[in-house]
Nanobody, 121 residues
Framework: QLQLVESGGGLVQPGGSLRLSCAAS????????IEWFRQAPGKEREGVSC????????DYADSLKGRFTISRDNAKNTVYLQMNSLQPEDTAVYSC??????????????WGQGTQVTVSS
């Protein structure tokens, strides 16, 4: 079964950090760009960050630059999203997606089920 599985979400206080992981099962991630999305209650899904197959090129939503860092370890078949200085407005379900040319073309081949991130005191 081909799937992406996110982990690492949870409850964190404002100013705190979390690292999300996106692991592939049944296929290897090194043939895919990976993008993190998030969707807050009552809001549309938005792209957070994208990383290409090699990890050489990354892109971030303008509002998140400097706080979030995307990386990948193809040997572990995993992509990470390090999130620092979290604020209540970062509360959302975070999902990862894989696509052959996702960062440039926006086409998703696989979706993960999502992990909840809640930022609250």
């Amino acid at each position: 079964q081909l799937q992406l599985v996110e982990s690492g979400g949870g409850l964190v206080q404002p100013g705190g950090s979390l690292r999300l992981s996106c692991a592939a099962s049944g296929f290897t991630l090194d043939s895919f760009d990976i993008e993190w999305f998030r969707q807050a209650p009552g809001k549309e899904r938005e792209g957070v960050s994208c990383i290409d197959k090699s990890g050489s090129n990354t892109d971030y939503a303008d509002s998140l630059k400097g706080r979030f860092t995307i990386s990948r370890d193809n040997a572990k078949n995993t992509v990470y999203l390090q999130m620092n200085s979290l604020q209540p407005e970062d509360t959302a379900v975070y999902s990862c997606a894989a696509g052959g040319d996702l960062c440039m073309m926006g086409r998703v081949d696989y979706w993960g089920q999502g992990t909840q991130v809640t930022v609250s005191s």
